[in-house]
């Protein structure tokens, strides 16, 4: 077994395990029999080593389900379950049907779903413009996940963003824009193309090394 901390609360009625950098967290009801509680426990032994894994990797990825919390647009709203799914803005909350807590995979679908609206609201609201100032003749815009990359633009001037942008802040994702409609007149990443990029975003570079530094943040565990 794995030494943990144990938080006995009143309220809980259900066992809980939380990995996070400061070590295993374990919350349980007060009264629960803690035999049945180690028990558990031993079954979640090959979960916990692979969430120590990718912590100690650096690789830190968000767990809403987990951490009650999620970006979006580089602030954290609040994560819960609900009758439906939606997104308050004024509450800065998250939402996601209860029906979907019974698997992971669910509720991540769920979730990118709704990640996927509110990237595709804003790239909506300024991508015309800016496509038409950069003379960029964008032939249609999708959204899709994607492991490695923030966007993509075809040789055919057809444009994907990553819907996990929804999480970073709007400024990142105007870079991101800028980015793949300079693509539209030069494929590849030339000095050309940098130098069209810093025209129609002068801090360009602030916005390449924030993508370094913060953009695993963005990702959204699987398990
Ligand atoms: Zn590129």
Known sequence: MFEY?????????????????????????????MTEVERWLSTKKPWVEA??????????????WQSNSV???????????GASSYIDHQKKHV??????????????????NLLAVELEQYIDSKLH?????MNAPVANVKFREYKSRWGSCSSQYALTFN??????????VDYVMVHELAHCHILSHSREFWQLV?????NYKEAVNWFKENGKQLFIAKD
């Open 71 to 81: 970006l979006i647009f580089g602030e954290e709203y609040a994560f819960s379950f």
């Open 198 to 202: 810093g025209q129609y975003d002068s």
């Open 129 to 133: 413009q800016l496509s038409t100032q």
């Open 5 to 33: 901390q144990l938080k006995l609360s009143k309220k809980r009625k259900t066992v809980a395990l939380k990995v996070t950098a400061k070590g295993i967290h374990v919350y349980a009801p007060y009264g629960a029999c």
């Open 95 to 112: 939402v996601v049907k209860t029906s979907t807590r019974s698997s992971v995979k669910s509720i991540r679908v769920e979730l990118i």
């Open 51 to 64: 969430q120590q894994k990718r912590l100690s990797v650096g690789v830190q990825v968000q767990t809403p």
């Open 163 to 172: 819907i996990l942008l929804a999480g970073a802040p709007k400024r990142m």
